[in-house]
C-alpha cells in the first residue's frame, strides 16, 4: 500500500532560523496536503499542490511538489513562536477510491 | 459554528466495556474519514465513507471496530470489548468529494480505558 515518509519527525530551532521538513512517497501522487497540528489541537488544512514542480508560498511558508509527483518540502523562514506544532505531508493516492494517506509529522519547537 | 463536531471530546471507559463516538462532519461535505491518533505519530486512517457507502476500511482494524454513516450525514464509531491499547484520539474529518479532497478535522474524542 502506500507510504509516505516524513523527515526529520523532531526539530529545534532558534527563532529566527529557517526550517524545513521533507515528504516522500512511495508511489506517485494526484496531489500532495500539509496540515498543522498545534500542541493539543486537531490537524488544520494549510494547502494543496496538484501540479509537477509545484511552487506556493504563504508568507513565510514554502511549499513544493517534486517533478515526479512523490515528494514535497515545506519550508518556513524566519521562524517565530508561533510556528510552533507539528507539520504533516498527506498524499493524495491517484486512481482507486483516492485515499489520503498522511505521514508521521515532523514536530517543530522554536526556542525564543 | 458550521466545522467538524465530534461527541463526546473525552471518554473514559473500563477495558471490555463498549463505547460510541459521533461525528457530524461539515454539511456539504459527502467524505467522512475516521483517524486514529496517539502521541507523537500522525493520524492513522482506519476507515472512510463516501455519502452513506464504506469504502475502505484499514487492515490494521479488528473487527471489534465498527463505523457507520446510515443517511450519509453524520457517522458514528464504535469500539466493542475496549482494551487499554485502544486509548488514543479519535479524529473525524470531511471533505469534498470532488477538488483536492482537504480535509476538515474535528476536535477529536480522547479515549482512555482503564
Known amino acids: 500500500g502506500q507510504q509516505v515518509m516524513q523527515i526529520p519527525q523532531y526539530q529545534h530551532v532558534q527563532e529566527g532560523e529557517d526550517f524545513t521538513t521533507y515528504c516522500n512517497s512511495s508511489?506517485?501522487?494526484?496531489?500532495i496536503q500539509w496540515y498543522k497540528q498545534r500542541p493539543g489541537g486537531h490537524p488544520v488544512f494549510l494547502i494543496q499542490?496538484?501540479?509537477?514542480?509545484e511552487v506556493k508560498k504563504q508568507k513565510r511558508l514554502t511549499f513544493q511538489f517534486g517533478e515526479a509527483k512523490k515528494n514535497s518540502s515545506l519550508h518556513i523562514t524566519a521562524t517565530q513562536t508561533t510556528d510552533v506544532g507539528t507539520y504533516f505531508c498527506?498524499?493524495?493516492?491517484?486512481?482507486?477510491?483516492?485515499?489520503?494517506?498522511f505521514g508521521i509529522g515532523t514536530k517543530l519547537q522554536v526556542i525564543p | 459554528d458550521t466545522g467538524v463536531s465530534q461527541d463526546p471530546r473525552h471518554k473514559i471507559t473500563k477495558r471490555g466495556q463498549n463505547v460510541t463516538f459521533r461525528c457530524d462532519p461539515i454539511s456539504e461535505h459527502n467524505r467522512l474519514y475516521w483517524y486514529r491518533q496517539t502521541l507523537g505519530q500522525g493520524p492513522e486512517f482506519l476507515t472512510y465513507?463516501?455519502?452513506?457507502?464504506?469504502?475502505?476500511k484499514s487492515r490494521l482494524l479488528s473487527d471489534r471496530f465498527s463505523a457507520e454513516r446510515p443517511k450519509g450525514s453524520f457517522s458514528t464509531l464504535e469500539i466493542q470489548r475496549t482494551e487499554q491499547g485502544d486509548s488514543a484520539m479519535y479524529l473525524c474529518?470531511?471533505?469534498?468529494?470532488?477538488?483536492?479532497?482537504?480535509?476538515?478535522f474535528g476536535p477529536g474524542t480522547r479515549l482512555t480505558v482503564t
Open positions: 508511489t506517485t501522487l494526484s496531489n
Open positions: 474529518a470531511s471533505s469534498l468529494r470532488t477538488g483536492g479532497f482537504e480535509q476538515y
Open positions: 499542490l496538484v501540479k509537477s514542480g
Open positions: 498527506a498524499g493524495l493516492s491517484s486512481g482507486g477510491y483516492q485515499k489520503v494517506t
Open positions: 465513507f463516501q455519502n452513506e457507502a464504506q469504502l475502505e
